[in-house]
């Protein structure tokens, strides 16, 4: 009887032995190996990760040159339009441009009033209010001339009317127009040498 006990032990132990091998195993393979795996798999990435940031300290050539060409473009660009906006002492030769605009385009100019500058950080904002007339070609023509000019000079607030009566216009004679409208400019405040310009001419 002691002998057959003996042996239902040693089996005992065996298979508990066994089933102690094999949940190692499985929770070996199910749990501690991926888990290992997968933290090897991050170190892999934080390495690659680590050695590209150390390459483009190492060797910053690349990155800096393209910054460099971009912030060059923009400087420029930005000086471009900076140039558009004149100082104060320019106002004058720009309202004699538009005297000439007025000229060539065969219109005549009955108002030109000054208005108070206008607050416009970085800038002031200066506007004349502006009366012409001529017929819709000539005035079409002068405001798309002004328009074009060098410096950043808008038009608008723009109201237009018939100055003919219907009889004149039914004898096929020209319409005439009278077009009123508010010009503004934006002014340097750093380099602004007073308030808004008459031209002698208007």
């Not at 065996?14 to 090897?40: D, I, Q």
Request: glycine residues 6%.
């Amino acid at each position: 009887m002691k002998v057959v006990l003996q042996g239902s032990v040693r089996k005992s132990a065996a298979a508990l032995a066994c089933l102690a091998l094999t949940g190692v195993y499985l929770v070996h393979t199910h749990a501690y190996a991926p888990r290992v795996e997968e933290t090897r798999n991050r170190e892999s990435r934080l390495q690659a990760l680590l050695e590209g940031n150390r390459r483009r300290d190492d060797d910053p050539k690349p990155d800096r040159t393209a910054l460099d060409r971009r912030l060059a473009s923009h400087e420029q660009l930005a000086g471009q339009l900076e140039a558009l906006i004149p100082s104060g002492d320019e106002v004058p030769a720009l309202m004699e441009a538009v005297a000439v605009a007025e000229r060539r385009a065969g219109v005549e100019m009955t108002m030109f009033r000054p208005e108070p500058p206008e607050p416009h950080q970085p800038y002031e904002l200066w506007s004349y209010q502006v009366a012409v007339r001529g017929t819709y070609h000539a005035i079409g023509s002068y405001i798309a001339a002004i328009a074009s000019l060098d410096h950043v000079l808008a038009a608008g607030d723009m109201i237009m009317a018939a100055e003919n009566t219907a009889s004149d216009a039914a004898g096929n004679q020209q319409v005439t127009v009278v077009a009123s409208f508010r010009m503004r400019i934006r002014v340097k405040i750093a380099q602004r040498g007073g308030s808004p310009a008459t031209n002698e001419r208007m």
